[in-house]
C-alpha cells in the first residue's frame, strides 16, 4: 500500500522534509480489530509536532494521522462490533488498560499504559488502517468523509477542553487560535448560549470567525472587550498563558488543549491566579467525549470548514499548517468513497 512516514523528525519546511512516501506492507486485522479502507485522514497539528520532533515518534517510521474516516474491509478474530463495508472513524486515543485507578474511575485519558494512533501504532497517512474496534467509532450518515473527518480529534479535544474549562450558562468563553479545533469548539459554545471572543494572530481565521457568529476577533495579544468566565488555549504557544489569565473574570478558568506548549513565562500571582482563577491541562480524551461530541454533531449541524489535499500532498499539508496557511481543518483525500 502508499504511505506516508516520519523518517526523520525536522522542521517541515526544511527540504528534504520529515516525512517520506512510499509503498509499505498492507496491515491486516489481528484479534477484536478491524482494517479500515482509508477514505481520508484528516491533517492535525499533533502530526506537525511530531514530524518535527516536539513529540519524540514512539518507533522508527512510524505512519502519522489520527482523524481516519473509511470503510472496514476485514475484521479481525472474535470482532462482532462491527460489518465489513460499515463507515466508521479511528481517532487519537487507541487502546487503554481498563484496569489501571484512571480507567476504573472513567478517566481513561489518564491511562498508565495507553496507546495513540499516528505514535505509538501506524495511523491514516496511508491507504489502510488498523484499530482495536473497541475504540472505533461509528460515524453518523448526515456528515460527508472530510467533513466528519476532523471531528476526530479536533472536535474531541476541543470538546473536552470546552467542558473542562467550566463555562457557565450564558457564559463569557475566550479563543485563543483559531485552527481546526477551535472553530469546531467555538460552534458548540455558541450553540450552548454563550458569549464568544476570538483572539488570534491570523485575520484569515478572525474572519471566519466573524461568519461563524462570534461576537469579536482580534489579535491573540489584545484584551477581550469584556472579562471571561472561561478561556481555552489552542495555540501551543505559552506566552499566551498569563495573557489569558488577565483576561479572565474572578473564579474563571483557563483550560490549555494543546498536547505541546512552549514554556510559559512566570506568572504574577496577584495578577493572574488571585480571586480563584484556574490554569489546567487537557489530556486527551476518553470514548465518551467522542461519542457525546458525534452525537452532538448529528442533532446540531456545524460548519466545518476544510481545505483538501491530495494524498501526494500531505507534506505540503504540514508545511502550510506550520505557516499559518490553513483555515479550518486541513484533509488528505485518500480514497474516494463509492
Not at 88 to 109: D, K, P, Q
Not at 257 to 280: C, K, M, W
Not at 328 to 336: N, S
Request: charged letters at 20%; proline letters at 6%; aromatic letters at 6%.
Amino acid at each position: 500500500m502508499r504511505a506516508w512516514w516520519v523518517h526523520r523528525p525536522g522542521q517541515v519546511s526544511v527540504q528534504p522534509g520529515p516525512l517520506l512516501f512510499g509503498e509499505r506492507a498492507e496491515p491486516h486485522a489481528g484479534r477484536d480489530q478491524v482494517r479500515v479502507r482509508v477514505n481520508v485522514c484528516g491533517v492535525c497539528r499533533t502530526d506537525l509536532h511530531l514530524a518535527e520532533g516536539d513529540l519524540a515518534p514512539k518507533h522508527a517510521d512510524v505512519v502519522p494521522g489520527h482523524e481516519v474516516v473509511g470503510i472496514v474491509d476485514e475484521l479481525g478474530e472474535g470482532t462482532v462490533e462491527y460489518d465489513v463495508g460499515q463507515r466508521v472513524g479511528i481517532a487519537w486515543l487507541r487502546h487503554t488498560c481498563g484496569e489501571c485507578r484512571f480507567c476504573m474511575s472513567g478517566r481513561e485519558n489518564l491511562c498508565l499504559t495507553p496507546r495513540f494512533t499516528g505514535w505509538d501504532d501506524d495511523g491514516g497517512y496511508a491507504e489502510y488502517a488498523v484499530a482495536d474496534a473497541r475504540f472505533v467509532y461509528p460515524l453518523p450518515d448526515s456528515i460527508d468523509d472530510e467533513h466528519v473527518a476532523p471531528l476526530l480529534c479536533a472536535g474531541i479535544i476541543g470538546y473536552r477542553a470546552l467542558k473542562l474549562a467550566n463555562l457557565p450558562p450564558g457564559g463569557r468563553l475566550g479563543i485563543y487560535g483559531f485552527g481546526a479545533s477551535a472553530h469546531i469548539t467555538a460552534q458548540v459554545a455558541l450553540q450552548h448560549g454563550a458569549t464568544v471572543h476570538v483572539l488570534t494572530r491570523a485575520e484569515a481565521a478572525r474572519n471566519l470567525a466573524l461568519k461563524l457568529g462570534v461576537s469579536s476577533a482580534q489579535d491573540a495579544y489584545d484584551a477581550p472587550p469584556e472579562p471571561l468566565d472561561s478561556a481555552i488555549l489552542f495555540a501551543p504557544v505559552g506566552d499566551l498563558v498569563p495573557v489569558a489569565l488577565s483576561a479572565l473574570d474572578r473564579g474563571g478558568t483557563l483550560s490549555i488543549a494543546g498536547i505541546h506548549l512552549t514554556d510559559v513565562p512566570s506568572l504574577n500571582y496577584q495578577q493572574h491566579l488571585f480571586e480563584e482563577r484556574i490554569v489546567r491541562s487537557v489530556t486527551a480524551n476518553t470514548r465518551a467525549d467522542g461519542r457525546e461530541l458525534l452525537d452532538f454533531a448529528a442533532a446540531h449541524p456545524l460548519s466545518i470548514s476544510t481545505q483538501p489535499y491530495s494524498f501526494r500532498e500531505a507534506d505540503q499539508a504540514l508545511r502550510d499548517l506550520a505557516a499559518d496557511n490553513v483555515t479550518g481543518a486541513a484533509i488528505l483525500r485518500i480514497h474516494r468513497s463509492p
